[in-house]
């Protein structure tokens, strides 16, 4: 087990992954043109939490985005909050990065030459305070690679966990917060537990577990016409989670309008990832919906009874 420390707070993370790109080049991007994208978003999530002030100290909310996007959106975030009084007592968006490289400039040292890698002291300076790191999308690449080179599974997968130790470490060391994706294939399902255990023992064994929040994120339950597990399945799959590495969890995999408040109501979540809000018909990610979901979760976890609509969903108890 790797000892931390707990937090009272609830974590709402966005992976926005390539969502940049418009549909008339094979995406999803329907809110903004690609240059306006990460501002537009940004704009939109400091606005949305002005209006939920008392959500202030018992939420963090950190948005992923591709690097090209990172400087706007920034930027965007300042104006905003410069012209929306509320945000003083509101809780603050977050802008965090996708993934770092293993290595980093140093004085005296490596002064930059990573050509087409992604330094976290670079993702730092840029003003990211948080990096997402080992999501499914990361390993599958990072094994492919691997596999290409003959790696046999149980070398590939050893591997994959000790390239992003060295990630965590070097995002660490740069300043930045981290939240480290685990979850299993369908195939591994039977042995989840064990699968957990290696993703999180093998590469946060020499972590600041002070500056980790694990996501879960069921391979299997990922994209449209997936089917998620059920909040029971989550809740025993959470426990034993907790078991290994007790830290903030939250939950990715399917988190949806359908099934915010039951997953805000699990006592062993600490919060909850989302990429896509709607999973059918113009699919994506689209700022309106996302506050739907963050109202729906935070009225089942007893969160913002003041600001969102208030009871919970299907006779869920909220957390105490």
Known sequence: MLAVQGVD???????????????????????????????????????????????????????????????????????????????????????????VHSEDVAPGGNFGAFTTLRPASAMRQL???????????????????????????????????????????AAQKAGLKVLFCIGETAEQVPARREVLARQIE???GAADMSRVVLAYEPVWAIGPGKTPPSAHEIADIASDIKKIAPCPLVYG??????????????????????????????IGFYPDEFFEILDLYAQGAGLDAADAAGGTANGQEAKA
């Open 127 to 169: 003003g990211c305070e948080w990096a997402i790191i080992g999501h499914s999308e990361e390993r599958k690449y990072l094994a492919a690679i691997m596999a290409l080179a003959g790696a046999t599974t149980e070398s590939l997968a050893r591997a994959v966990s000790e390239l992003l130790g060295a990630q965590v470490r």
């Open 253 to 282: 995999g399917g988190l949806k309008k359908e099934n915010a408040a039951q997953i805000g109501a699990i006592s062993e979540l600490d919060g909850g990832l989302v990429a896509l809000t709607r999973f059918s018909g113009e």
């Open 202 to 204: 093998g590469a946060l």
């Open 9 to 99: 707070v609830n974590y709402i993370f966005l992976n926005l992954k390539r969502f940049d790109i418009e549909p008339r080049f094979g995406g999803v991007n329907r809110i903004a043109p690609a240059r306006e994208w990460g501002a537009t978003i940004s704009s939109a999530l400091r606005e949305g939490l002005a209006a939920r002030p008392s959500l202030a100290g018992r939420l963090e909310v950190a948005a992923f985005l591709p690097e090209a996007h990172l400087l706007g959106a920034l930027e965007a975030g300042r104006i905003t909050a410069s012209r929306v009084p509320n945000l003083k007592v509101a809780p603050s968006p977050a802008i965090g990065c996708q993934s």
